[in-house]
């Protein structure tokens, strides 16, 4: 058996030896989905959640571009699906792309009735800001560039108003808890406290994405796919795991951290040039700047190679400087603490990983295949991203199937019955025999494996050397028990970006953000499925979904 498969607690524990803490639903996550799940549940009953960081450090606290919803007369919740639809590439899921657009509005409005405070013009209406794939303007934001703070604040002092929320902040979970295979709460761990086992009656995993698996990333720290990670113990199927979508524009400083410049910024009239000044895009798609981002980033990869260059450049010279400080403050903040100053030069860019669509499996009611357990956010593949996401839609997203599942969550709770025994859980683990290496040797390793070969572009000999070496790192690093936060993290960002990399190299076609050197072609006869991987004895087993159909 491998050893990725023989994991199914990474910490031991006897659970009569630990804390324990009850609820009725437990949310394991703190982005707008989790909150927004917990802001809903708790219309049913107690809701504890758990987020291994502190507040506004979310992928959600960061999100610049904005929210995508029809919230105006000229704009229809049809185009809206059809260009989602669109850019999903054939990969897209009607019923809930259906449910995303048509609920936008009404929880778009809950939140501005909750106080979140969307720029405006000077006659009061909503601005609407123009992102890649939309047929017309219809992303809101706020504060600018500073849209996620705002709806994380929003919906931070909502949680914390709500009388049945408890938030833990700096609270790590190691694993779910399964009893019967019924999932009933999760393993924690607190530096002040310890282990402790929180039972809940329904599980919402809502604990975001992967990025940090990559070395180019716009994710902050903690997106280090714990949740797939710890879903994929427990036996939930996923899918669409070769699904990372990459963002064509992140700030390129050698030796600094990487920032976000949105799209927003192409879409209020940036152009891409190489470093002769040479815009670019026009040679690539009709339409340019705007083409969707898979495009865009391959785009800018092959200029990069062909002027031998690590970057490609913003021009934005011909936004006037005081339009462009308004519009993109943080953004205009940021290049002038690298003393750039956008009305005289470039702003140096590259493509890096930004959103993992791949996920866990989950109903129209956000239900997993394991009992119990939910999930929403950039955790879960509703299917409403396909092969590629439309820019500003997970946001809405967040939103939306967050709502349904706190809703679905608290509805269960009069239904639930208690299954099993905690002095049941067994997370006895075979004693290592193999050396220790040094974890932040192999994390940084790793990224960059996976930036050069599970990337933008991949090709089958690559995916093999990378799961090869996956493989090496696995048989030092899966043996062990750990006891710190950094150390789980790290066994979660292995498990996961193997099973990246596997379903890169299953997937031979390319579509949407999956692209294939030695595959360049869209294959619909075969390959327009879902691939799901669930865990098994021998290693991860390939399944396929139907997509499911728009009606005729
Ligand atoms: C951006 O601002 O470009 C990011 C928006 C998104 O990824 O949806």
């Known amino acids: 058996m491998d050893l990725y498969e023989q994991r199914r607690y990474l910490s031991t524990f006897t659970a009569n030896r630990v804390p324990h803490i009850f609820t009725d639903v437990l949310v394991i996550g703190g982005g707008i989905a989790g909150l927004r799940a917990a802001i809903e549940a708790s219309r049913y009953g107690d809701v504890l959640v758990v987020t291994k960081s502190g507040p506004f450090r979310s992928n959600t606290a960061f999100a610049q571009g904005g ?36 609920r936008g509005p009404a929880e778009v409005k809950e939140l501005l009735d909750w106080g979140a405070r969307f720029d405006r013009d000077s006659d009061g209406k909503l601005c609407r800001g123009r992102e890649a794939g939309h047929g017309l303007s219809r992303v809101l934001h706020a504060d600018g560039d500073a849209t996620g703070h705002e709806i994380a604040e929003t919906l931070i002092h909502r949680a914390i108003e709500a009388p049945r929320i408890r938030v833990f902040y700096q609270c790590f979970t190691i694993d779910l808890v399964t009893l019967d295979d019924v999932c009933c709460g999760a393993i924690t761990y607190h530096p002040k406290y310890g282990h402790q086992l929180v039972w809940a009656k329904q599980t919402i995993l809502a604990s975001g994405g992967a ?124 290049c002038r603490q690298f003393d750039m100053d956008v009305a005289h030069e470039f702003i140096p860019v590259r493509p890096s990983a930004h959103y993992m669509i791949g996920g866990l499996v989950v109903d129209q009611d956000t239900r997993t295949t394991v009992p119990g357990l939910l999930a929403c956010g950039e955790v879960a593949c509703t299917g409403v991203h396909g092969a590629n996401r439309l820019a500003s839609n997970s946001l809405l997203e967040g939103l939306v199937f967050g709502a349904i599942a706190g809703r679905a969550a608290g509805e269960s709770l009069a239904h639930w019955s208690a299954n099993g025994h905690p002095s049941l859980i067994s997370t006895a683990t075979t004693k290592a025999r193999r050396v220790e290496l040094d974890l932040e040797d192999i994390r940084n390793s790793l990224r960059a494996l996976m930036t050069r070969s599970v990337g933008i572009e991949r090709e089958m000999q690559r995916l093999d050397e990378a799961i090869h070496d996956i493989d090496f790192w696995g048989r030092y690093v899966m043996d062990k028990t750990f006891d710190k936060p950094y150390d789980w993290e790290s066994q979660n960002m292995l498990t996961v970006a193997r099973l990246i990399a596997l379903a890169a190299r299953n997937r031979t ?44």
Not at 77 to 82: K, N, R, V
């Open 211 to 334: 990025g940090r698996l990559f070395r180019e990333t716009t994710n902050p720290e903690i997106a280090t796919a714990d949740g797939t990670a710890m879903a994929y113990r427990t036996g939930a199927v996923l899918r669409d795991m070769e699904m990372v979508q990459f963002h064509p524009t992140t700030m390129y400083v050698a030796g600094a951290t990487r920032t976000l410049i949105s799209e927003a910024v192409r879409g209020e009239g940036a152009y891409l040039v190489d470093r002769q000044g040479r815009r670019f895009m026009t040679d690539y798609h009709p339409d340019a700047e705007l083409a969707p981002r898979d495009v865009v980033s391959r785009a800018i990869l092959t200029e990069m190679s062909r002027t031998k260059s690590p970057c490609v450049f913003l021009d934005v010279r011909h936004i006037p400087r005081d339009r462009f400080a308004k519009r993109f403050p943080s953004i205009y903040e940021r």
């Open 509 to 552: 076609e390319s579509r949407g953000v999956h692209h294939r050197t030695d595959f360049p072609n869209t294959d619909d006869q075969r390959w327009r499925v879902h691939v799901t991987l669930r865990r098994g004895d021998e290693g991860p087993v390939l399944g396929t979904n139907p997509v499911d159909e728009a009606p005729a």
């Open 67 to 102: 929210i995508a919803v029809v919230f105006s007369d000229d704009d229809s919740c049809e185009q809206h699906i059809a260009d989602t639809l669109q850019v999903a590439c054939g990969l897209g899921d009607y019923g809930p792309i259906d449910t995303l657009i048509r």
